[in-house]
């Protein structure tokens, strides 16, 4: 059954109990890093900026419309924080991406039990280019999605349907991001990659749902970064794999 939100959100809490085990977890100390430093820098922002720039946004209100103060505040509110949420997690990938990659090479050796690549930190520093590269295709399909979405936000009536919107994109964008690092790593483009997880949408968000709901858990949020890309390594190999040899190999 390819569409299974249950199985797609389990290969996350498989991510997280593989994360100390020998031979793994050393790999997974620089995306934990990145994460612990990125998110207390998110928080520090936050706590000093966000009347500030919720303040800011209000002011573009006419003054006519000053009695609607106390409803437009919870949504700038809601906007300032999807903002640095959103923000802060493409700066968080694009630093972690080559080492993201490596790591999800080596739970992919020690799943299947085969080399995918064996060049060591070479292979790593080759994957550097590659993988910003890769982070920029995600950001220009994350991109327009995004714009459309905060456009139904302050559409009249049709924005009552945009918190359901925004967690959807948010779990569909959170499954590609690490999904994308074992299938790169197999050289499946981008494009492939997207046929591949259409094909199991629901299996998809359901990973990417738990994956959202856990960044905004305290403490757990940490180590979220590590356990999404060997959940998404497991989802590989698994699910993906086998199909993943009857497309065009990309040039």
Same mark, same amino acid.
């Given at each position: 059954m390819k569409a299974n939100p249950v199985r797609g959100a389990g290969y996350l809490l498989r991510g997280v109990s593989m994360l100390p085990q020998p031979g793994i977890r050393h790999f997974v100390l620089i995306p934990l890093l990145v994460n612990i430093l990125l998110f207390m820098g998110a928080i520090w922002l936050l706590v000093g900026q966000f009347n500030v720039w919720v303040d800011y946004w209000l002011g573009f209100l006419p003054a006519w419309a000053d009695f609607l103060y106390w409803l437009f505040w919870p949504l700038f509110a809601l906007l300032v924080l999807v903002g640095v949420y959103y923000g802060f997690s493409i700066v968080a990938n694009l630093i972690a991406a080559p080492f993201n990659g490596f790591l999800s090479e080596k739970v992919e050796q020690q799943l299947r039990g085969e080399v995918v690549t064996d060049d060591g930190w070479r292979e790593? =520093?080759?994957?550097?280019?590659?993988?910003?590269?890769?982070? =920029?295709?995600?950001?220009?399909?994350?991109l327009p999605r995004f714009l459309l979405l905060l456009l139904i936000t302050f559409i009249p009536v049709v924005n009552l349907v945009a918190p359901l919107l925004w967690f959807l994109f948010g779990a569909w964008m959170m499954s590609i991001q690490y999904c994308d690092y074992p299938m790169d790593n197999n050289k499946v483009s981008f494009a492939q990659m997207k046929q591949l997880m259409k094909a199991r949408r629901v299996t998809s968000i359901g990973f990417g749902a738990l994956v959202q709901v856990g960044m905004l858990v305290p403490v757990v949020n940490l180590i979220l970064m590590p356990a999404a890309v060997i959940g998404a390594t497991i989802f590989w190999v698994e699910e993906y794999a086998g199909e993943a040899r009857d497309l065009t190999p990309r040039p």
């Open positions: 790593m =520093l080759a994957m550097i280019p590659r993988s910003l590269q890769r982070e =920029l295709h995600k950001l220009a399909y994350y």
